[in-house]
């Protein structure tokens, strides 16, 4: 995408974001454009997939809801209009349990839990520039999935900021309190590798 090229040097918005094609992913983060591409590997839509069903499944009939990228989450920094937004991400995995924050365009304002998956070229941003912004944003709970090693980062919060994180790995299961009941079994998770 041409118009593109100069991504790093320019400040994009929400709304510059809405007139991008389609077929090409982006992310906003302070203005800055990153590009997706290429597509999530095999591993990585494997773990995405059996992490979404447990928390779907389990959410059903609850209050919080689970979803899965593509899914826009814009971060405004006040009251902007939604056009005027210039953070706007899509993690591979979000609960929201607010249900005033999902529109149709889907979700302004943070999460509640958050889950990225490590690949080869988003690791550096999910740990970085995402790990901050989460922190900054007030979600409750962000959590670093990195599929080859099977191992999970878990980063709860604790006052302003995220504390230590948890580890866990291989066939732990991980209670998530926030959800009340919910316990994740990671070797489930990582059962299509």
């Not at 302004?108 to 889950?115: K, N």
Request: aromatic share 12%.
């Amino acid at each position: 995408m041409a118009q593109l090229q100069y991504a790093l040097d320019h400040y994009f918005t929400y709304g510059d974001y809405l007139t991008w094609p389609d077929f090409d992913r982006w992310e906003l983060i302070d203005g800055i454009a990153y590009d997706m591409s290429p597509a999530p590997g095999m591993q990585h839509q494997a773990v995405c997939g059996e992490l979404g069903a447990q928390f779907v499944t389990f959410l059903r009939g609850r209050p919080c809801r689970s979803f899965s990228a593509p899914f826009d989450v814009r971060l405004p920094h006040g009251d902007e209009a939604d056009d005027e937004i210039d953070t706007v991400v899509q993690p591979d995995i979000v609960v929201v349990c607010d249900r005033s924050k999902l529109d149709e365009k889907g979700c302004r304002g943070a999460p509640d839990l958050v889950i990225e998956i490590l690949s080869p070229y988003t690791a550096h941003k999910d740990l970085n520039e995402k790990f901050r912004l989460y922190e900054r944003v007030g979600v409750k709970e962000y959590w670093i999935v990195h599929p080859l090693d099977r191992t999970v980062m878990l980063f709860r919060r604790e006052g302003e900021g995220f504390g230590r994180p948890a580890m866990f790995a291989g066939e732990d299961r991980i209670e998530v309190p926030l959800l009340g009941e919910l316990v994740i079994d990671l070797k489930q998770a990582f059962a299509g590798l």
